[in-house]
């Protein structure tokens, strides 16, 4: 026995409900760019994707019970944001810092072996900047979204 328009409709019409809650405790919760995105906020996008797979579907779950643990793990992402907000350091404990990896012109090959980033990944980003080679940078830092951050030697200097 297959899928009815009937059923398709139903799980057209509970995918809206989900959208549209999820869109609306986004709103509530507050605003956040992509670009500004950390490890705990993909974290947290993965959880609630798995948390309304089936309530969109034709599996076995409910579409509040999708709703209600998507709800719980938006307000508990919000209010990591708030704790991180007011106790900083609680935010370096649960997604970490940003990490040196050349200083003056000099890469720090212990970092990049302790980060996993390969020699070619830090060459990659220093041409993004439009730099040919490590002596040309003040500092290069490893981002916790894991981007690396490049300031050339002359970044600072004017005229």
């Not at 309530?55 to 704790?83: K, Q």
């Not at 500092?139 to 970044?155: H, R, Y």
Request: glycine fraction near 8%; aromatic fraction near 6%; hydrophobic fraction near 50%.
């Amino acid at each position: 026995m297959g899928i009815t328009a009937y059923d398709l409709s139903v799980l057209a019409g509970k995918t809206a409900v989900v959208l549209f809650v999820l869109l609306a405790l986004y709103r509530v919760l507050g605003k956040r760019s992509l670009a500004n995105f950390t490890v705990y906020d993909l974290v947290t996008v993965m959880a609630v994707a798995n948390a309304v797979q089936n309530a969109m579907t034709a599996g076995r779950g409910e579409l509040l019970v999708g709703i209600g643990c998507s709800a719980t793990l938006l307000l508990l992402a919000f209010g990591l944001s708030s704790l991180f907000a007011s106790l900083p350091a609680s935010e370096r404990v649960m997604v970490g810092e940003p990490v040196l990896l050349i200083h003056d012109g000099r890469v720090l090959a212990d970092r990049l072996r302790q980060e996993h980033i390969t020699p070619r990944e830090l060459q990659e980003a220093l041409r993004a900047y439009g730099l040919a080679a490590a002596k040309q940078v003040e500092i290069a830092v490893l981002e916790v979204d894991g981007s690396i951050s490049v300031v050339p030697k002359d970044a600072g200097r004017h005229g």
